[in-house]
């Protein structure tokens, strides 16, 4: 069947061809060096896949199932990774990707990496922020509750795993 890779804000077809899936047809555009810079792949099955080097700036790949998939040399820089499961994925070491759960009051996955200025970028849920951002709201939410305890211990944790850079 035809399968077509869009951009999420233009709706611009960036590659398409016959393909069984959405995942055979990621990989294919990322082995012919495609330009995937803000396509829409959310929920994506790219479990497993040879997504090395791939050209993702501000792809929308929210939920996308990219477990043990190889990420090295991608750029991701913009890309929405929210919900996306990174476990086991080959990450280039200036992204420094960590994640725990269950989390919080909604045992939810908080996790964390580097942006393109090496900033250590916190989410959970909706939530997309620095540090002292995270901080401060888990504070405003959860002072004084089990729930900062957790949060405030996972924030340490992060710090001794990932540090600055």
């Not at 899936?21 to 555009?29: F, H, I, M, P, R």
């Not at 896949?49 to 090295?72: S, T, V």
């Not at 709201?137 to 959860?142: D, G, I, L, R």
């Not at 900062?148 to 540090?163: H, L, P």
Request: proline share 1%; glycine share 12%; net charge negative.
């Amino acid at each position: 069947m035809l399968i077509q890779i869009k951009s999420w804000l233009t709706d611009k077809v960036l590659f398409e061809g016959r393909y069984g899936d959405l995942s055979q047809a990621a990989v294919d555009a990322v082995r012919i060096r495609a330009d995937l810079h803000g396509a829409d792949l959310h929920g994506a099955y790219l479990h497993g896949a040879d997504l090395h080097g791939a050209y993702l700036r501000g792809a929308y790949l929210h939920g996308a199932d990219l477990h043990g998939a190889d990420l090295h040399g991608a750029d991701l820089r913009g890309a929405d990774l929210h919900g996306a499961d990174l476990h086991g994925a080959d990450l280039d070491s200036k992204y420094c990707f960590l994640s725990i759960s269950p989390i919080g009051s909604e045992n939810g996955r908080l996790w964390v990496m580097r942006n393109e200025a090496g900033v250590l970028m916190y989410n959970r849920g909706c939530f997309s922020d620095t540090e002292e951002q995270f901080v401060a709201a888990v504070k405003a939410k959860h002072a004084g509750t089990e729930y900062e305890r957790k949060y405030m211990a996972a924030v340490e944790f992060i710090k001794s795993q990932v540090g600055d850079k």
